[in-house]
C-alpha cells in the first residue's frame, strides 16, 4: 500500500457530490492479489474513502457503490478495505437516486476503442440524454 499517496482531486469531487449527510457506501475490489479473493470495506466519509482507495490503487480494479448502502454494514470494515467474504446485496442499498448508464462498444476486453468507436459512444451518450431530459430526469452527472 502506498499511504502517503494523496486522493485524486477528481474522485474526493464526485464522492463529495453524491454524498449526503449520514451516507455508508462499499468500496469493493472483486479480484485482490493481495487476499486471492475480495477486499472491500464500508465508509461514512468521502475523504476516508477516497484516501482508502488511492492506498490500494493498482492493487486491483475498484469499485463503489453509487448509492449508499445500510449504515449497520460498515461494522464489517469501519473506513477501511479488509478481506471480506460477505459484500453488500441489492437489498441493502437504502435508497436509488444514481442511475449509472455505461456506453461501450461490443467489443473483447482489453481493447482500447477507436476514434470511431468514441464518436458513436458520444452519439449514444447524447441520445441517452435527450430521452431522459425529455422524460422528465434532472441534469445529470456526465
Not at 460477505?86 to 436509488?96: F, I, L, S
Amino acid at each position: 500500500m502506498n499511504p502517503r499517496r494523496q486522493p485524486h482531486e477528481d474522485t474526493l469531487r464526485l464522492l463529495r457530490l453524491i454524498w449526503r449527510e449520514g451516507d455508508v457506501r462499499e468500496v469493493r475490489i472483486p479480484a485482490h492479489r493481495k487476499f486471492g479473493g475480495v477486499a472491500a470495506g464500508w465508509f461514512d466519509s468521502p475523504s476516508k474513502l477516497a484516501q482508502a482507495i488511492t492506498e490500494w490503487d493498482g492493487f486491483g480494479n475498484i469499485f463503489f457503490t453509487l448509492n449508499p448502502v445500510h449504515p449497520d454494514l460498515i461494522a464489517r470494515s469501519n473506513n477501511r478495505i479488509t478481506r471480506q467474504r460477505e459484500t453488500t446485496p441489492d437489498g441493502e442499498v437504502t435508497r436509488r437516486s444514481l442511475l449509472l448508464i455505461d456506453i461501450d462498444p461490443d467489443r473483447p476486453s482489453g481493447i482500447s476503442s477507436t476514434d470511431a468507436e468514441l464518436a458513436e459512444a458520444r452519439r449514444v451518450l447524447d441520445a441517452a440524454l435527450a430521452f431522459l431530459t425529455d422524460s422528465g430526469w434532472p441534469e445529470p452527472l456526465v
